[in-house]
Each structure stands twice: as structure tokens, then as C-alpha cells.
């Protein structure tokens, strides 16, 4: 949906491993982004009334974030709230598109959290 690359942090990653830092402390260092993330794009998000099969908000609560030792993915949909992927681009109902991933990801200062994120690893380290 939605991908910010940062140059060289597979390499940094990598590095610090081999420094004998903790995979699961690199995935620990990504979760404040994450969670502002996940958080911004809850309230972005747009709420139906539901019906008795599938009440209001299945799409809202659906949005979650899974860590990784080189980033984060955010991501939103699943059995429960298919319809994602028609919120977020848009459907031939003329209902317009709202990337609320990317929406989200702008709200947010995107370099300085990888550097936060970054930073609190480093100090792991040292």
C-alpha cells in the first residue's frame, strides 16, 4: 500500500548483529513507529454503520503492524474486513480512495522516528 525505504539499513542491521545485538531488540526499537502509525490511521480510517453480519469498525480494528529486525509493515484488511483494499483505492461505486496507510505515514515525522528507532538500538548496543 504504502513503503518508505531507508538506504542501508539491511547493512546496519546486519552490522549490528554481528555486534552481538538481539534480533528481537531491533524489532523492539521499531514499535513506537509503529504504534503512531497504526494510531493515526485508526482516526483516519472511515467507519460504516456495519450490519448484523459484520459491525461498524471491522476495518479500523483490522489495522495492525507486524515488526521486523530491518522496518515495520503496516497493514489492514483480512477475512473479517475485505473490503480494504476498495476503501483504500477507491471502488467503481464512486466511492473515492482513501489511502489511510499513507495518510497516516504522512502525518508523521517518517526520518525522524528511523532515527529515533536507530538511535535506541545504537544505545542498546553501547
Not at 15 to 40: C, F, H, M, S, Y
Not at 99 to 108: H, R, V
Request: aromatic share 4%; glycine share 10%; net charge positive.
Amino acid at each position: 500500500m504504502a513503503a518508505v525505504r531507508v538506504e542501508g539499513l539491511n547493512k546496519l542491521v546486519r552490522d549490528l548483529q554481528r555486534l552481538g545485538v538481539e534480533t528481537d531488540d531491533i524489532k523492539e526499537a521499531w514499535q513506537p513507529l509503529g504504534r503512531d502509525i497504526v494510531n493515526d490511521a485508526k482516526r483516519i480510517v472511515p467507519v460504516g454503520p456495519g450490519t448484523k453480519k459484520r459491525p461498524g469498525g471491522t476495518l479500523r480494528n483490522s489495522i495492525r503492524t507486524s515488526n521486523r529486525k530491518n522496518g515495520i509493515i503496516i497493514s489492514a484488511g483480512g477475512a473479517k474486513a475485505f473490503h480494504a483494499w476498495f476503501v483504500y483505492r477507491g471502488s467503481i461505486h464512486n466511492s473515492p480512495p482513501v489511502p489511510f496507510i499513507k495518510m497516516a505515514m504522512a502525518g508523521i515525522d517518517i526520518d525522524g522516528e528511523v532515527q529515533r528507532a536507530l538511535a535506541r538500538i545504537i544505545n542498546r548496543v553501547l
